[in-house]
């Protein structure tokens, strides 16, 4: 699992309320992977249908068409 575009493998969501509350997390062996001192504040849960976005680029979509072969 990694961007279609640029194939990095970090990502980040938005807060529903405030695009600006982000959270960033990794994707390692095809799984969220969110760093400890993110969690600690992190109210944004990950799921399928959550939009994520790229670290490194611009492409965004939703968490499950990462998951596509
Ligand atoms: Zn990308």
Same mark, same amino acid.
């Given at each position: 699992? *990694? !961007?279609?575009?640029? *194939?990095?493998?970090?990502? %980040?969501?938005?807060? /529903?309320?405030? =695009?600006? +509350?982000? /959270?960033?997390? +990794?994707?390692? %062996?095809? #799984?969220?992977?969110?760093? *400890?001192? #993110?969690? #600690?504040?992190?109210?944004?849960?990950? /799921? +399928? #249908?959550? =939009?994520?976005? !790229?670290?490194?680029?611009?492409?965004?979509?939703?968490?499950? =068409?990462?998951?596509?072969?």
């Amino acid at each position: 699992m *990694a !961007c279609p575009v640029c *194939a990095c493998d970090r990502f %980040y969501v938005k807060g /529903q309320e405030d =695009e600006y +509350d982000m /959270q960033e997390f +990794d994707l390692r %062996y095809g #799984e969220v992977f969110i760093a *400890a001192e #993110e969690t #600690e504040n992190g109210k944004i849960e990950i /799921q +399928d #249908e959550t =939009e994520v976005f !790229c670290d490194n680029c611009s492409w965004h979509g939703k968490l499950k =068409e990462l998951r596509k072969p």
